[in-house]
């Protein structure tokens, strides 16, 4: 089934080590998009890939960046984790029809820093 | 802004009907989700209306008024697993964003 995959389901990383989490698609969706939720909190976005244009939310904490290598493959970069970085990351996709048809969510990583 | 405002927490008992209410800005509102959360989990989604009226999917039902800005969710023959977060999400314009509402914390009783 054509899904959106986020890989791993559960990550623990030390308090200032670099971490990546991926996500990939089989939806062949143009925009990828990445969002931080807390506990009890709605899910906040970080930034998004319109195809290959990156853009980010103004208040998306340097700390975090992102890459997308190809149409499939979106990754999220915390360069040095904070105790205030623990959270579940979301990645979505959706086409660029100019509705909301297809949005889809992976299934998130749960980010624990130590 | 954008703003989508829902009940923070709602009491149902099991086998009830219970329905969320949700209001939103119409300024370039395209289309309304609602996704069910579990704790620790990832959104599901439950529904996406674009159209004025209801639209029902089993036990859910989500109903839209664009003109009034207005949406509600219905869940019907309530059960247990039923307990959990529903979130309110308009689609709009800009950039296709989500903008969620806070969540509406549903705990179903015996």
């Known amino acids: 089934d054509a899904m959106v995959i986020q890989n791993p389901r559960y990550q623990v990383t030390q308090f200032g080590k670099p971490v990546t989490l991926s996500c990939s698609q089989t939806?062949?969706?143009?925009?990828m998009y990445w969002y931080q939720q807390k506990s009890s909190q709605a899910p906040k976005l970080l930034f998004h890939?319109?195809?290959?244009?990156?853009?980010n939310e103004a208040d998306t904490p340097d700390n975090f960046q992102s890459r997308r290598p190809n149409t499939s493959f979106c990754f999220l970069d915390i360069r040095s984790p904070g105790l205030g970085d623990a959270a579940m990351y979301l990645c979505?996709?959706?086409?660029?029809?100019?509705?909301?048809?297809?949005?889809?969510f992976g299934s998130g990583t749960r980010l624990t820093v130590v | 802004g954008q703003n989508i405002d829902q009940p923070t927490e709602m009491t149902a008992t099991e086998g009830a009907i219970v329905q969320i209410n949700c209001t939103y800005q119409?300024?370039?509102?395209?289309?309304l989700f609602w996704y069910q959360q579990h704790a620790g989990e990832a959104p599901t989604f439950l529904s996406y209306?674009?159209?004025?009226g209801l639209e029902e999917k089993g036990r859910f039902s989500s109903f839209l008024s664009r003109s009034k800005g207005y949406s509600y969710l219905l869940l019907k023959e309530l059960q247990m697993k039923d307990s959990a977060s529903y979130l309110c999400?308009?689609?709009?314009?800009?950039?296709?964003?989500?903008?969620f509402g806070q969540g509406t914390e549903l705990s179903v009783k015996p």
């Open positions: 979505a996709t959706s086409s660029t029809g100019g509705d909301g048809y297809g949005y889809t």
């Open positions: 939806l062949n969706h143009n925009v």
């Open positions: 890939y319109y195809d290959k244009d990156f853009n």
């Open positions: 119409t300024s370039g509102f395209n289309g």
């Open positions: 209306n674009v159209l004025d």
């Open positions: 999400v308009g689609f709009y314009n800009q950039g296709g964003k989500l903008i």
